[in-house]
């Protein structure tokens, strides 16, 4: 399967800054890249879904304004939770997917959001 | 809609008994089938997917997992449970076209005991 980083792992900030998160295929070319949060003990939640060079398609109830999503590559896709907020505390995690994965989705190692 | 259940949130094993992790699901078309595994703090890696074919699916780790149309059900298993694979479970349906969004079960957390 392909190797997905996400950079960083972890990241403490304060009320009203932006964060930015960073998903890489280092092995596989990713055409479409899926974003989701986790809150503890609960399942993964869709926020969007990106197709390189194309925009991002938002779930109902994610806030396109909040949650920038910017699929810059094949290999890079960009995810800035803007004007952050305690509330915005959670794990993110990206997944891929390829046109010759099939429908199968390889998913990054997460980044746990603090915002004071 | 498409939905999946897991109905158990917690489940504890001793090491060595057998395993069993439900999934029922709601699909309308022919659903892809997966099983992940997400240990604390971490993504979640496949353990095994079913499409089409043979219906008993064998994945990694040792788990097996048995899709069963008429009970709407895509069960894990595993024969003899080791410590290390006390982690959380999901459950995901999605279709077999590429690009298209996986709905995931809650998650089942498993417990091993020594």
């Known amino acids: 399967g392909a190797v997905v980083s996400q950079h960083p792992s972890r990241v403490i900030c304060k009320s009203g800054t932006s964060v930015k998160i960073e998903c890489r295929s280092l092995d596989f070319q990713a055409t479409t890249m899926f974003w989701y949060r986790q809150f503890p003990k609960q399942s993964l939640m869709l926020m969007a879904t990106?197709?390189?060079?194309?925009?991002?398609?938002?779930e109902q109830g994610v806030e396109k304004d909040k949650f920038l999503i910017n699929h810059a590559s094949l290999t890079l896709s960009t995810l800035t939770v803007t004007s952050a907020h305690p509330e915005d505390s959670s794990f993110y995690i990206c997944?891929?997917?390829?046109?010759?994965?099939?429908?199968?989705?390889?998913f990054g190692p997460g980044t746990r959001l603090t915002v004071l | 809609a498409q939905s999946v259940t897991q109905p158990d949130i917690h489940i504890t094993v001793s090491e060595g008994a057998s395993l069993e992790l439900r999934c029922n699901y709601s699909y309308g078309a022919t659903p892809y089938l997966f099983w992940y595994v997400q240990s604390p703090g971490q993504g979640l890696q496949l353990l095994l997917k079913?499409?089409?074919?043979?219906?008993l699916v064998q994945g990694i780790k040792g788990f097996e997992a048995e899709f069963k149309r008429s009970q709407s059900s895509f069960n894990l298993r595993k024969p003899s449970v080791h410590w290390s694979d006390a982690a959380e479970y999901f459950c995901a349906v999605g279709p077999m076209e590429y690009g298209n969004k996986l709905v995931f079960g809650a998650g089942t957390i498993l417990r091993v005991k020594s």
């Open positions: 990106s197709n390189e060079g194309s925009k991002a398609t938002y």
């Open positions: 997944s891929l997917t390829s046109r010759g994965s099939y429908n199968e989705q390889f």
């Open positions: 079913y499409f089409s074919g043979d219906t």
